[in-house]
């Protein structure tokens, strides 16, 4: 694998007044790779994204995207840089149809004209197989393309980093495989991916490697079958006292 480091976390903190949610958290994401983030509810794995998108102010720390230190760029700039995240509670336009989602979350992304925005999004409604859902509401659509929905709007900001927030919870086997299949197609076309994700499987079907969350700190990291072995690991994301 290319080891080029695309992102580079360096002692992230964050306290919500006396309460410390993340604590010197510090990691690599190599270009080109799908780094999967697991940990307990409330172990800061949101705000981490949060950390990096923009969405919030870190306490301490470093971020940098390449070269250029993230500190003060709104999240908008970090959009237009390269980072593009879902939320654990999508928040399309539901008003607006799926493909109008896209074309503001392309406009968003920037660097296009309006013809090439139209043609870039309608590639990402195929890739994420919502062609035939263009002009539905996107209030109108079932979980799995709301969704594919999400992602879409992610990849329609066209991201060199894009931070999924656990979407494959409550999907089938088979959605939960399709959900799988399409994270590995945008990993294959060069995206690099973090993956926070309670759903197991799905995580480790795809991601090369793995980083675990507890309090706030950084308890593991590595290569996901040796990850999960880890006994650590094993007692605080699953219950199982080694
Ligand atoms: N805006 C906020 N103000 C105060 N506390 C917050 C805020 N946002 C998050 N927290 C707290 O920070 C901690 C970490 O939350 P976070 O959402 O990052 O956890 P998580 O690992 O993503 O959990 P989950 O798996 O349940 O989504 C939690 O205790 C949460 O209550």
Not at 70 to 99: A, D, V
Not at 111 to 131: H, I, M, P, T
Request: aromatic share 6%.
């Amino acid at each position: 694998m290319d080891r080029e480091i695309l992102l580079k976390a360096r002692g992230v903190s964050k306290s919500f007044g006396a309460v410390r949610v993340l604590h010197e958290v510090s990691f690599d994401v190599h270009r080109g790779e799908v780094l999967g983030i697991l940990g307990p509810n409330g172990a800061g794995k949101t705000t981490l994204f949060n950390m990096i998108s923009g969405d919030m102010r870190a306490s301490g720390g470093e971020i940098q995207l390449g070269d250029t230190a993230l500190r003060g760029e709104p999240p908008f700039r970090r959009c237009k840089m390269g980072i593009g995240r879902t939320y654990q509670i999508p928040r399309p336009y539901s008003g607006m149809t799926t493909f109008e989602n896209l074309l503001v979350a392309a406009a968003f992304g920037g660097g296009r004209s309006e013809k090439k925005s139209y043609a870039f999004c309608a590639q990402v409604l195929r890739d994420c197989e919502l062609s035939d859902k263009a002009n539905v509401s996107a209030g109108a659509l079932t979980l799995i393309d709301r969704k594919r929905l999400e992602l879409a709007r992610a990849l329609a900001s066209d991201p060199k980093l894009l931070l999924l927030d656990e979407i494959a919870g409550g999907l089938t086997d088979d959605e939960s495989k399709a959900l799988v299949a399409l994270v590995r197609r945008i990993r294959d076309r060069g995206i690099t991916i973090v993956w926070i994700e309670h759903v197991l499987h799905a995580l480790m079907a795809v991601a090369d490697r793995l980083l675990v969350l507890n309090f706030g700190e950084k308890i593991a990291e590595g290569v996901p079958t040796e990850v999960i072995a880890l006994p650590e690991v094993q007692r605080v994301y699953m219950g199982i006292e080694a």
